[in-house]
């Protein structure tokens, strides 16, 4: 039985991946590390407590005799790399926990695994061959978009905030250790997710919050922002792809080709829940939308072209917007 090491575990996508990984993987023991901060919650991965081929640790992926005690105890054969501070907001207001855990950590985590698995340079140890490094990313590396075209696997890097700056670099330090080392990693690089077990910050869950709460729905300048969502299942599906048939040293866009502005989420969504739970003075949850100052060097758009793992690799998404924005808020309610 293969032991592989999923970083931040109890967050949003890295809960739905594990639930979904061990299900369609008998034959896996999963050691979730994760630090619990507040994007951590082990009561998203209710539906594995007991499974006994799951492990969670609490700990630091920045903290490298702790990250290599696991490599030695577990003798980790891959690494599923979620654990990320996300939130571009919160970079904006506090970015060195940016650039501390999703460069420093990524680092210390390509190298151990680089020194737990080789011998040298493009020399794996015996034991070790087939040993895969995952890393999932984001679209946000690449900057924004005018009204048209598509992010590929090609599109130049051009963040703009400290948060998809310290992505870039992770993405960057991924692959110079395939160029350097010949270390097997692959890189995935994902559009919006959405779906059940989202942290109430992101846009999504706070619109159904703020509507049910009674409260202003804040929409950041203008709500014609627009970006590509992605069904939080089917972007495990495609990590789960890319990790078992994905070519080394390669990168995959994985998006839901469900371009959307976020005027067009806010309406859909209050729309739903003014036929499932409606209100009692008979007004439309759209009256609560509000329109607040923009974000600092907010990106305009964007989308993924995700014809390179669709082709390649035979994924396809398999909820459109309008599944699965049901299927999320029915979870929310």
Not at 146 to 168: D, H, I, M, R, V
Not at 267 to 272: F, P, Q, R, T, V
Request: charged share 25%; aromatic share 10%.
């Amino acid at each position: 039985m293969k032991n592989i090491l999923v970083t931040g575990g109890a967050g949003f996508i890295g809960s739905n991946f594990i639930c979904h990984f061990l299900e369609s993987n008998p034959d896996v023991h999963v050691i979730n590390l994760d630090l619990l901060t507040y994007a951590g919650n082990l009561n998203n991965l209710t539906e594995v407590v007991g499974n006994q081929r799951y492990t969670f640790v609490k700990g630091d992926i920045c903290d490298r005799p702790f990250v290599e005690s696991l490599f030695e105890k577990h003798s980790l054969s891959d690494v599923i790399h979620f654990a990320a501070e996300s939130h571009v907001d919160n970079s904006i207001s506090g970015p060195e926990a940016f650039i501390r855990t999703n460069i420093n950590g990524t680092f210390t985590l390509l190298d151990v695994a680089r020194k737990r698995w080789m011998n040298a340079p493009f020399e794996v140890k015996s034991e070790s061959v087939g040993n895969r490094f995952l890393h999932v990313s984001t679209d946000e590396v690449y900057g924004t978009l005018g009204n048209t075209g598509l992010f590929t696997e090609q599109t130049p890097y051009s963040p703009n905030s400290p948060y998809s700056a310290s992505k870039a670099s992770s993405d960057l330090l991924v692959r110079s250790y395939f160029h350097t080392y010949g270390l097997n990693v692959v890189t995935t690089n994902c559009s919006n997710n959405y779906g059940p077990k989202q942290h109430n910050e992101k846009l999504i869950p706070t619109i159904i919050r703020k509507a049910l709460s009674n409260q202003p729905i804040p929409i950041y300048g203008d709500g014609l922002n627009v970006r590509d969502w992605l069904y939080v299942l089917d972007h495990a599906r495609g990590i789960e792809l890319a990790f078992e048939k994905g070519k080394s040293g390669e990168t995959y866009n994985i998006g839901g080709r469900n371009e959307r502005t976020n005027m067009r989420i806010v309406n859909a969504i209050c729309e739903i829940l003014d036929s499932k739970k409606p209100q009692t003075d008979g007004k439309s949850y759209r009256d609560q939308i509000t329109f607040v100052k923009d974000r600092a060097g907010h990106d305009r758009r964007y989308a993924i072209d995700a014809s390179k793992i669709e082709k390649e690799l035979g994924w396809k998404a398999e909820e459109n917007f309008e599944s699965g924005i049901l299927k999320t808020i029915e979870w929310y309610l």
